[in-house]
């Protein structure tokens, strides 16, 4: 069982007011605290479809929520892969930020900018991400080579 930590990025199960269950990537938790049962409770910021509302209270249950790259590259599905490389993607952008929560669940959040040696850490990842993806599925590689290549001559102009 993983223990989570304010600031990780994880994988949550969630209901939807739009289409009932629904796994979200990429969620940051925001809080936890112990649980006699499951041993935290863990708080995510959630989608605006989310029925709970933006935050979600979650047990830390591996049939609920789960540490985005918990599992080696190797182990991810596609779409996982994907939702990785999606991320580490945006976070190698000039004026990146991470989110925080200086004062826990009920304060705002607070986006911390990266560094150029973090955003050089995420192109290291980015790499690797489209190397794994290219070996799980060709087809959904060459999509997000070319849309992302496409969103960078956009972005040029």
């Keep these: 069982m993983s223990l ?6 994880v994988s ?10 629904c796994l979200a990537y ?5 809080e936890v605290e112990p649980d006699p049962e499951y041993g935290q409770r863990v708080w995510v910021e959630m989608p605006a479809d989310c029925a709970a509302g933006p935050l979600l209270r979650v047990h830390s249950h591996p049939d609920f929520i789960d540490l985005m790259e918990a599992d080696p590259l190797a182990a991810q599905t596609p779409g996982h892969l994907e939702a990785n490389l999606n991320w ?10 991470a989110p925080s929560w ?21 192109a290291a990842h980015v790499v690797a991400y489209v190397a ?10 060459a999509r997000w080579v070319a849309a992302d290549r496409a969103a960078a001559t956009e972005a040029a102009r």
């Design 4 to 9: 989570f930590k304010t600031g990780d990025r």
């Design 12 to 21: 949550v199960l969630y209901l939807s007011t739009a289409q009932a269950t």
């Design 26 to 30: 990429n969620r940051y938790v925001v």
């Design 88 to 97: 580490h993607d945006s976070m190698t952008l000039p004026g990146s930020t």
């Design 102 to 122: 200086p004062d826990g669940r009920n304060g705002e959040v607070v986006g911390i900018a990266l560094t150029a040696r973090e955003r050089a850490v995420h």
């Design 132 to 141: 794994a993806l290219n070996e799980s599925d060709p087809a959904t590689c």
